[in-house]
């Protein structure tokens, strides 16, 4: 039985990763934290295992405990964090501390994936609204992204750690909570229409992206990166319309203008101090929702692995509001 360890086990994406690595009978290791939620992974097939990756010497030790690995996903990661430099430690700082263990205990035997994101090259130029595609130049617009990058390079200075990248465009399904609340406004007939225009985005059902991961992890092709979304180009409004329809719900539109949006990031990041919560639109967010041209290049994945997504968004959103109202979130 091949192993497989991924980290951030229990999140969103994570749990999806674990449900598909049981489904193709690897043995699963699920990296977790001691305060993480695991009502995702109830499966009793999985082995947890508790990560520490801030002190390096703890995690050393809790490494050099663990099997070595077939496959390790380094799926843990912080998209919305306090301080600009948080995402440094987390994002970057925290990367290289795990896989530092991991080639020091010798705990790899075939490969490392690590879930990178679209952010970290950037969007696409406004001008000629090309795709964004592996051999551009990265430019990160956001310090999530920029994070990201930091340890896409670190892991490709590495001469001899057979690694992949994966680098999802927005992904949604059951279990996301960000994009869910545009469900819930939409839900209770307020829409709101962010004063940035002629967007042209993409996304990705975290299945489809699942699907991708293993595919490009149990081929023989190492130290290469992937972009990955769905193929299509979808405008601003595309995602609420969807929504819209398939909840068969009529909305009050109101248009926040592009100042107002900042207004509305400064009070959030602000609240964030006296809620202790993360708040959905931050700065970060607002400089990405500023860029026009999220396209991304997933030929790669169709050329060298006849990848092809299973949902639209039209078929992926149908499936996440079955799950939001079956789990009572809508
Ligand atoms: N969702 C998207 O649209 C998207 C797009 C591109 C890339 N990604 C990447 O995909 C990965 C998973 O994201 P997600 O959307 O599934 O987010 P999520 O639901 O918030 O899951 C994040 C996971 O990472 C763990 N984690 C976060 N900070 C950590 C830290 N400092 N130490 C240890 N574990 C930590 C979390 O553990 P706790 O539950 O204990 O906090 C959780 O298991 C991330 O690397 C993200 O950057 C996401």
Same mark, same amino acid.
């Given at each position: 039985?091949?192993?497989?360890?991924?980290?951030?086990?229990?999140?969103?994406?994570?749990?999806?990763?674990?449900?598909?690595?049981?489904?193709?009978?690897?043995?699963?290791?699920?990296?977790?934290?001691?305060?993480?939620?695991?009502?995702?992974?109830?499966?009793?097939?999985?082995?947890?295992?508790?990560?520490?990756?801030?002190?390096?010497?703890?995690?050393?030790?809790?490494?050099?405990?663990?099997?070595?690995?077939?496959?390790?996903?380094?799926?843990?990661?912080?998209?919305?964090?306090?301080?600009? =430099?948080? &995402? +440094?430690? /987390?994002?970057?700082?925290?990367?290289?501390?795990?896989?530092?263990?991991? $080639?020091? *205990? @010798?705990?790899?035997?075939?490969?490392?994936?690590?879930?990178?994101?679209?952010?970290?090259?950037?969007?696409?130029?406004?001008?000629?609204?090309?795709?964004?595609?592996?051999?551009?130049?990265?430019?990160?617009?956001?310090?999530?992204?920029?994070?990201?990058?930091?340890?896409?390079?670190?892991?490709?200075?590495?001469?001899?750690?057979?690694?992949?990248?994966?680098?999802?465009?927005?992904?949604?399904?059951?279990?996301?909570?960000?994009?869910?609340?545009?469900?819930?406004?939409?839900?209770?007939?307020?829409?709101?229409?962010?004063?940035?225009?002629?967007?042209?985005?993409?996304?990705?059902?975290?299945?489809?992206?699942?699907?991708?991961?293993?595919?490009?992890?149990?081929?023989?092709?190492?130290? =290469?990166? &992937? +972009?990955? /979304?769905?193929?299509?180009?979808?405008?601003?409004?595309?995602?609420?319309? $969807?929504? *819209? @329809?398939?909840?068969?719900?009529?909305?009050?539109?109101?248009?926040?203008?592009?100042?107002?949006?900042?207004?509305?990031?400064?009070?959030?990041?602000?609240?964030?101090?006296?809620?202790?919560?993360?708040?959905?639109?931050?700065?970060?967010?607002?400089?990405?929702?500023?860029?026009?041209?999220?396209?991304?290049?997933?030929?790669?994945?169709?050329?060298?692995?006849?990848?092809?997504?299973?949902?639209?968004?039209?078929?992926?959103?149908?499936?996440?509001?079955?799950?939001?109202?079956?789990?009572?979130?809508?």
């Amino acid at each position: 039985m091949k192993k497989i360890l991924i980290t951030g086990a229990n999140g969103f994406i994570g749990s999806f990763l674990v449900e598909e690595a049981l489904k193709r009978n690897y043995e699963v290791y699920a990296g977790i934290r001691k305060t993480s939620n695991t009502e995702y992974l109830t499966d009793p097939r999985i082995k947890f295992t508790e990560l520490d990756f801030a002190d390096t010497n703890f995690l050393d030790l809790q490494v050099s405990k663990l099997p070595c690995f077939d496959f390790v996903i380094h799926n843990a990661g912080t998209t919305k964090a306090f301080k600009k =430099k948080d &995402y +440094f430690i /987390s994002n970057y700082q925290y990367t290289k501390n795990i896989i530092d263990a991991l $080639i020091s *205990k @010798k705990k790899v035997s075939n490969k490392f994936i690590y879930m990178s994101s679209l952010a970290a090259y950037g969007p696409g130029d406004t001008l000629q609204h090309n795709v964004v595609s592996s051999t551009d130049t990265p430019k990160p617009v956001t310090s999530y992204g920029k994070s990201k990058l930091e340890s896409e390079k670190y892991l490709c200075s590495l001469t001899e750690f057979p690694h992949i990248i994966i680098r999802p465009t927005v992904v949604y399904g059951p279990r996301e909570k960000d994009l869910f609340t545009i469900f819930k406004l939409i839900n209770n007939n307020l829409e709101l229409l962010v004063g940035f225009k002629n967007q042209q985005l993409t996304f990705i059902y975290v299945k489809d992206l699942v699907k991708a991961v293993f595919q490009t992890m149990e081929s023989i092709v190492i130290n =290469k990166g &992937y +972009f990955v /979304s769905d193929g299509n180009v979808y405008d601003a409004q595309s995602l609420g319309d $969807i929504i *819209k @329809k398939q909840l068969g719900k009529k909305t009050v539109r109101i248009y926040v203008p592009k100042h107002l949006v900042r207004l509305l990031a400064l009070f959030s990041e602000a609240s964030k101090y006296l809620t202790c919560k993360q708040p959905v639109l931050n700065f970060d967010k607002v400089n990405e929702l500023e860029c026009v041209n999220w396209k991304c290049d997933n030929t790669p994945l169709i050329d060298e692995f006849n990848f092809k997504s299973d949902y639209d968004l039209n078929k992926g959103i149908f499936e996440t509001i079955e799950w939001y109202k079956k789990s009572k979130w809508l």
